[in-house]
């Protein structure tokens, strides 16, 4: 296809509540340079995620930024060019990725993309039903096997916490997947309780009394931890719940502190997970999420992995992200919304 050299976008200058006129806005612009390991994408479809509202809502709080940020941190869509380092990627190939929280989100008719994070997509999937996968797929392997460091072989427990999210319901399927974890996972209504059943959890919890529900179901402590939803107001139960010389990790930042040291007694760790540091430190292993978002279409295109996609929003315009960002803002969604350009 012939390649424009302009492009729609959506970005904001301000944080703005998602009701005001002025908290997104389209606008045109040039399409993005590349560097030598880009793929330039046009994109065909892209998701919402907990970090577009995050970031909308903190980057520009008490000010105007004087280059509007496009966000967007899911996407599915056709190679239409190249770097000259660039490997394994041909024009036309059908690639999926998170990106780069440093650059051009995929809110964009194009989008620059280092190859290195970037995969073919699922060819079972539609653009839609791909499109939500990558971050969370990312977020959900890194947690488990970098960060937690769970060997497949081992027959321990894990907690999810918010197990029906895009986060929580990948992990509770490649734990079911590839290791021989016993998972247990939250959630606080029927709807929610029967989503965490059919991604594969063995016990389902609820998060509002979550040691005694835990107990509840036979189990005293468990020997990993995950959690996505609220790092510290869930701190004490966690402490109370993770095994001794068992692990917690978390992607929820929080205000203020925690007490580490209620760790020490049980020589328990805790590890942060954030899916943007192999690109923002541009680490020896990046090319990792790569191997991730292959190692993950295999077990898709088998029927191994399922997408976790709820809703499909149509059309590339400004009200269609504004009702995503509602969405995610509710903190009641399932699963996750795609928007299909």
């Given amino acids: 296809m012939s390649v424009p050299s302009k492009m729609k ?3 904001f200058t301000q944080s703005l509540a998602i009701t005001e006129q002025e908290s997104l806005f389209e606008f045109e612009t040039s399409l993005p340079e590349l ?3 880009d793929l330039l994408v046009k994109v065909n479809a892209t998701s919402i995620n907990p970090a577009d509202a995050k970031i909308r809502i903190r980057n520009a709080k008490d000010k105007t930024l004087e280059q509007p940020k496009v966000l967007g941190y899911d996407a599915v869509g056709e ?16 690639v999926y990725y998170a990106g780069d ?19 073919k997509a699922p060819k079972s999937l539609s653009d839609e039903a791909a499109a939500v996968m990558p971050l969370a797929t990312l977020t959900a392997w890194e947690a488990l096997f970098d960060r937690l460091r769970v060997r ?22 490649l734990a079911k997947q590839l290791t021989n974890l016993k998972v ?54 966690m402490v109370e719940l993770i095994a001794p ?27 942060w997970e954030l899916m943007f540091t192999r690109s923002l430190f541009n680490t020896d292993d990046i090319q ?19 997408s976790t996609l709820t809703t499909t929003l149509n059309g590339f315009n400004v009200d269609t992200f504004k009702e995503a960002h509602k969405r995610i803002e509710s903190s009641t969604s399932i699963g996750k919304t795609a928007i299909k350009y």
């Fill in 35 to 37: 560097k030598n390991n």
């Fill in 101 to 119: 929280v440093t650059r051009m989100g995929a809110n964009a008719e194009f989008q620059a993309v280092d190859y290195r994070i970037a995969a």
């Fill in 245 to 271: 010389q068992g692990m917690i990790s978390s992607i929820v930042e929080f205000d203020g502190g925690i007490d580490l040291s209620a760790l020490q007694g049980k020589s328990a760790g805790f590890i």
């Fill in 79 to 94: 190679v239409v060019g190249r770097g000259a380092d660039v490997e394994g990627f041909e024009i036309g190939d059908r």
């Fill in 288 to 306: 990792k999420q790569q191997d991730i978002l292959f190692q993950a279409a295999n077990l898709i295109d088998a029927g191994r992995i399922k």
């Fill in 9 to 11: 976008v959506i970005g």
């Fill in 184 to 237: 247990i996972a939250t959630a606080s209504r029927p709807e929610t309780e029967e989503w965490v059943r059919d991604m594969g959890a063995d016990h389902v919890v609820n998060h509002h009394n979550l040691v005694e529900s835990v107990r509840e179901q036979g189990i005293q402590h468990v020997d990993y931890i995950f959690n996505v939803a609220d790092t510290k107001g869930h701190w004490d139960s």
């Fill in 152 to 173: 497949p072989e081992e027959k321990k427990s894990i907690l999810i916490i918010g197990g029906a999210g895009g986060v929580g319901s990948i992990t509770i399927q």
